[in-house]
C-alpha cells in the first residue's frame, strides 16, 4: 500500500469520526451487558503509561512534573495524570503502583509494568545513550511472572488477613484486565536507525513480539486485554522541534512529519490484524483493540474548538531562540543558568514536554477511547471482558 493511500485513509477515518463527534460524543450502550467489575488492573507499556517505574529504576523525574495534579513529581512524564490513570478512576480503581516500586505500594488492585523508554524488541543500545529502557517487554512480562509467583506465595503464607491486605489475590489474577501502551519508541528507533524500507520490513517481527507477550500472559491465566494502537508520533513537538524550510509535501496541515505519520498507521495496521488472528488463537479472551491514533490525532487536528493552543507548543521546557533546555533540565545560555520551567496553564497545552501529553490531553483523549467509540469490538472499557458481540 503506498504512503500517499495510507495518509489518505488515515484522514478520512479521522474525518469520519470527528463529525461523529460532533453529532454525539455520548457513551456507547452495550445493551445486556453488565459491568465487569475487574478487581485489577495490570499495565505493559513504555512513558506513555509508566507511573513510577523508571524512576524508581533510575533518576526520579523531578519537578515540576506532577505539579498540575499530584503536587510533586509522581513518576509520571506529564504535568498530572496519564490515560492509565484515568482509566483507573473509570472503573473504581486506585492509581498503579509500579512494579519496580520498593515503598509504599499496595499491589492489591494491580501493578503497572511499564518504564519510560521502553519498547516491543529489545534494543542494543543503553538507556544513557538514546533513553531506551532496558525493561522491553518480554522483561516486562518476565517481571509480572515474578510478581504472580512471588504475590501468591505470600499471600498463601500470611496468617493474618492484614497480612494480606495490599496483595493480590490469586483469583483475581483471571478476572484482571490486562493494558498495553507500547509500541511508539520502537518507531522512534526505526526512524533513528533503519531506512524506510528497513522500517516497514521491521513492522511484521514487532507486532509478532507483541502478540507472544499476550500469548504468554494468557497462557498465565490472563483473559480480558485492552490493547492501545500507537499514537501520530509525526506531531509530537519533539519531532518537529528543529525543521527549518521543510520541502512541500514533508508536513501535514497541521505541521506533523507525514512519514512518521504514515509509518504509525502501518504499525497500527499491522496490530489490529495480528489482534484479530489472537482471537482466534486464544478462544477464552476477549481482546479489544483501542484507536488511540485517531483519537489524539483528533484532538491535534481541533485544537481551536477544544480549548486548546497550538497542539505543536510546549508547556515546559525553555525552546525559543538558541536556547533549548527541556522540563526539569537546567542549562545555559550566554552565561545565564536557564531552567526549564513550565508555563502558566498547562491546561491549555496539548504537548506537556515536548514528547509526553499534558494531563488535560490525555483526559481527553481518555474520553474519547473509554466509551468504545474507537475500539475493536465497540465495548465500552467497563464491558471489555465481553468478546466481539457480547458473547
Same mark, same amino acid.
Given at each position: 500500500?503506498?504512503? $500517499? ?11 469520519? @469520526?470527528? $463529525? ?8 456507547v ?5 453488565? *459491568? ?13 503509561s ?13 519537578? *515540576?512534573?506532577g ?5 510533586? *513529581? ?28 520498593? $515503598?509504599?505500594?499496595?499491589?492489591? =488492585? ?11 524488541r ?14 522491553s ?7 509480572? #511472572? ?11 503464607? %500470611? ?9 493480590p489475590?490469586?483469583e ?20 533513528r536507525k533503519?531506512s524506510?524500507?528497513q =522500517? ?7 507486532? #509478532? ?6 500469548? =504468554? ?10 490493547? =492501545? #494502537? ?5 506531531? $509530537? ?32 495496521r499491522? @496490530? ?7 482471537r482466534?488463537?486464544?478462544?477464552? %479472551?476477549?481482546i479489544t ?13 481541533t ?6 493552543t ?7 521546557g ?9 522540563? +526539569?533540565?537546567? +542549562? ?34 481518555a ?8 475500539s ?12 466481539? +458481540?457480547?458473547?
Open positions: 500500500m503506498s504512503t $500517499l493511500l495510507l495518509q489518505k485513509i488515515a484522514m478520512e477515518g479521522v474525518k469520519i @469520526l470527528l $463529525l461523529f463527534w460532533v453529532l454525539s460524543v455520548g457513551v450502550t452495550v445493551m445486556g451487558l453488565p *459491568p465487569c467489575n475487574f478487581p485489577a488492573i495490570y499495565n505493559f507499556g513504555d512513558s506513555n509508566d507511573t513510577g517505574g523508571i524512576s524508581a529504576a533510575f533518576e526520579p523525574i523531578p519537578a *515540576p512534573y505539579d498540575n495534579f499530584f503536587r510533586r *513529581p509522581a513518576g509520571r512524564d506529564s504535568d498530572g495524570r496519564l490515560i492509565i490513570d484515568f482509566i483507573a478512576e473509570h472503573l473504581g480503581l486506585p492509581y498503579l503502583s509500579a512494579y519496580l516500586n520498593s $515503598l509504599g505500594t499496595n499491589y492489591r =488492585h494491580g501493578a503497572n509494568f511499564a518504564t519510560g523508554g521502553s519498547t516491543i529489545r534494543q542494543n543500545e543503553t538507556i544513557f545513550e538514546y533513553g531506551i529502557s532496558p525493561f517487554l518480554d522483561m516486562q512480562v518476565v517481571q509480572f #511472572n515474578q510478581f504472580k509467583a512471588r504475590t501468591a506465595d505470600l499471600y498463601n503464607q %500470611a496468617k493474618k488477613p492484614a497480612d494480606r491486605s495490599n496483595l489475590r490469586p483475581d489474577f483471571s478476572k484482571a484486565l490486562y493494558t498495553f501502551d507500547i509500541g511508539q519508541n520502537d518507531l522512534s528507533v526505526g526512524f533503519l524506510v524500507e =522500517h516497514r520490513a521491521a513492522i511484521p517481527d514487532i507486532v #509478532n513480539q507483541f502478540a507472544a507477550a499476550v500469548q =504468554h500472559l494468557y497462557q498465565q491465566g490472563a483473559r480480558t486485554f485492552w490493547v =492501545h #494502537n500507537t499514537g501520530p508520533i509525526g506531531c $509530537l513537538p519533539v519531532a518537529t522541534l528543529y525543521i527549518r524550510n521543510p520541502a512541500p509535501g514533508f508536513l501535514d496541515q497541521y505541521g506533523c512529519i507525514k512519514g512518521q505519520n504514515d509509518m504509525a498507521v502501518e504499525f497500527n499491522q @496490530l489490529k490484524d495480528r489482534v484479530t488472528k489472537l482466534a488463537e486464544l478462544p477464552r %479472551a476477549a483493540y483501542v484507536d488511540a491514533f485517531t483519537a489524539k490525532y483528533g484532538l491535534i487536528s485544537t481551536k474548538t477544544q480549548g486548546f497550538d497542539p505543536l507548543k510546549i508547556c515546559c525553555r525552546h525559543e531562540n538558541d536556547i533549548n533546555v527541556w522540563c +526539569g533540565q537546567k +542549562g545555559y545560555y550566554n552565561g545565564t543558568e536557564v531552567f526549564g520551567a513550565a508555563c502558566a496553564n498547562p491546561s491549555a497545552y496539548v504537548s506537556w514536554d515536548g514528547v509526553h501529553y499534558s494531563q488535560a490531553a490525555n483526559q481527553w483523549v474520553n474519547h477511547i473509554l466509551n468504545g467509540s474507537l475493536d469490538p465497540p465495548n465500552p472499557i467497563s464491558r471489555a471482558c465481553f468478546k466481539r +458481540g457480547g458473547m
